[in-house]
């Protein structure tokens, strides 16, 4: 037993996330922490909001509400989002928290000892009926290349020419319109990742068993063009971490806050301090060190990231120039596991404009499992995936409906009808059952495998080939036909399916924990023990254990429905 610390990418607070982020990191997380606690491994599951910044500022502005309190409302909206889904996160953290407050400052301080922050003095436009600095994207004006009258200061939408503020004719703040904007001087603070870039590169370069897609972009940031680039690590914004190094103030740098994506991060190891600060661990206050602390005892962990391909260059290099550079034994990655994009309907899932299925509607039509079941057996791994509604009846009514479903309610119905709502007695093992045994064995070995490797559509396919194989042993075996020759005979192919509920109950609930539960209590067993030896898990249910039958596992999505949530979910939402 090996001990995980798994982290999510942490989403922006200003919004409810859809479908593709879900997918992106918190869920293909979720499996992977879920099937390793099964499997009796000692696993740390964190996520948190991703609260500093400018657009959080102008959402609660939006709101009317203050910048607090809009966060904390929108962080309790989202944590309830997430326990519809089932995400089992073990703590679900903030990055507003004074733990990471702390811990921000407390990096910041290390790197500055040790030489790795530069201090820069710059030219940044002011808005003045604002009364605050832009950032380049709050800049809007007209495109010098293409005349595109929404062009925004860090790049034109319309020919995707990179720009900078001053290029702009007519440049006008995007918050107020206003266009009393000034250049004024200001200074930063930048994290000198361009020093660590050789010690980067032999980093990432022994990382053998990353996926490409992880490894191809992290090379492509630290060596292309010019290399990693310095970045700046500070705003000159109200909202957010105060500039010290660690509990010293910053001369120079009062009134500046550090920009979201350097504390960001940080809020992986904060949350670690959260979790066990709001005692949900069975640790002592300090007994979050023993995940992040390699001399605390966290040189037996292992640490998988989970993030989408967009995330990717801050999680390969940036942070791991925190934990470098704070000259500290603090855990780095182990391992990142990284997703490409799911489109909607042939075009993009987009925040800003509102389409495609969010986390909240997804779960007022269904329950999460349709959701989680088609997200992850359809996972962006090696390319980006389409959600068509098509494609989601037809999965969601074949997988759980026809091969899971039918298979629960076929047996538990025929037990009842023929033998009573209790495991029946009688008969023997034969070749077909020695066949199954073996074959289950094999696919189990296979699911194992693919999950441990985080390949995360591989793993749908197997456990749905571990459900066929249950259909096909009930098909063949027949106890409907059985029954009226040799009752005892019927009686052991129907134990053995009984048996075989429990057991996809078992290796199904990291996929669709509801549905899971539900065999579970319909077997009357609470043994969710994960099989070892396969004749063994299916021999649990022994004669005269009481069973129920259950209600429609899953129901099938009709046509009605897909043509009415085609149309529901075609626009934008408002
Ligand atoms: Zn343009």
Redesign the pocket.
């Known amino acids: 037993m090996a001990r995980h610390l798994i982290t999510s990418a942490i989403p922006y607070i200003n919004g409810i996330k859809h479908l593709g982020n879900l997918i992106g990191s918190q869920l293909p997380a979720d499996l992977y922490a879920r099937q390793l606690r099964a499997r009796g491994h000692e696993v740390l599951f964190l996520c948190a909001t991703d609260e500093h910044g400018t657009p959080a500022e102008l959402a609660a502005a939006k709101a009317g509400q203050p910048v607090d309190q809009f966060c904390a409302t929108m962080h309790a909206v989202q944590a309830g989002l997430a326990a519809g889904f089932r995400l089992s996160f073990d703590h679900f953290g903030r990055s507003s928290s004074p733990q990471n407050r702390r811990l921000t400052q407390h990096f910041a301080g290390r790197l500055d000892a040790a030489g790795l922050i530069a201090e820069v003095n710059e030219k940044q436009v002011y808005s003045v009926a604002d009364a605050r600095f832009l950032p380049d994207r709050y800049i809007e004006g007209t ?1 010098p ?2 005349g ?1 009258d929404k ?1 925004r200061g860090d790049q ?1 939408e ?2 995707t ?1 990179q720009l900078d503020p001053t290029d702009l004719i007519n440049p006008r703040s995007a918050i107020s319109g206003s266009t009393d904007l000034e250049v004024r001087a200001t200074k930063h603070l930048y994290l000198r990742q361009s020093a660590l870039r050789d010690q980067l590169r032999d980093w990432i370069t022994t990382r053998v068993d990353w996926p490409i897609l992880t490894t191809s972009i992290a090379l492509k940031w630290l060596d292309d063009g010019d290399g990693l680039q310095d970045r700046g690590i500070t705003r000159d914004l109200d909202w957010g971490v105060p500039v010290q190094k660690g509990d010293q103030p910053w001369p120079g740098m009062e009134g500046k806050v550090f920009y979201v994506w350097f504390d960001a991060p940080i809020e992986y190891i904060a949350c670690a301090q959260e979790w066990a600060d709001a005692g949900k661990g069975p640790e002592t206050k300090k007994g979050w060190e023993r995940w992040w602390r390699t001399d605390k005892g966290a040189g037996d962990v292992r640490y998988t990231q989970f993030m989408g391909k967009d995330n990717v260059p801050f999680h390969t290099l940036s942070f791991p120039v925190t934990i470098m550079g704070s000259a500290e034994p603090w855990k780095l990655v182990d391992y990142i596991k990284s997703f490409n994009y799911l489109t909607y309907d042939g075009g993009q899932f987009s925040t800003s404009q509102g389409r495609g299925v969010f986390m909240d509607q997804a779960l007022e039509i269904l329950p999460a499992d349709y959701w989680r079941w088609w997200l992850l057996s359809h996972a962006p791994e090696s390319s980006d995936s389409a959600f068509t509604w098509d494609n989601f009846q037809t999965s969601v009514n074949k997988d759980l409906a026809d091969v899971l479903g039918n298979f629960v309610s076929r047996v538990t119905k025929f037990c009842r009808s023929k033998f009573g709502e209790a495991v029946p007695d009688g008969g023997a093992w034969g070749a077909r059952e020695a066949a199954l045994v073996a074959e289950l064995t094999t696919r189990l070995a296979a699911y194992e495998a693919c999950l441990d490797a985080i390949e995360v559509r591989k793993s749908a396919a197997e456990l749905r080939a571990i459900w066929v194989a249950g259909n096909e042993y009930l098909q063949a075996a027949g106890p409907w036909v059985t029954v009226k020759t040799d009752a005892a005979r019927a009686a052991m192919q129907t134990r053995l399916g009984l048996n075989l509920i429990r057991l996809y109950a078992v290796l199904s609930a990291p996929f669709i924990p509801d549905a899971a539960r539900q065999m579970m209590d319909a077997m009357g067993c609470t043994d969710w023990t994960w099989p070892g030896d396969m004749a063994h898990a299916l021999t649990l249910l022994q004669p005269g254990h009481a069973f129920a039958v259950p209600e429609v596992t899953f129901r099938k999505i009709t046509d009605e429905e897909r043509a009415d949530w085609q149309v529901r979910f075609a626009g934008v939402r408002t």
């Open positions: 495109c290349n293409c595109y062009a034109c319309n020919c020419k």
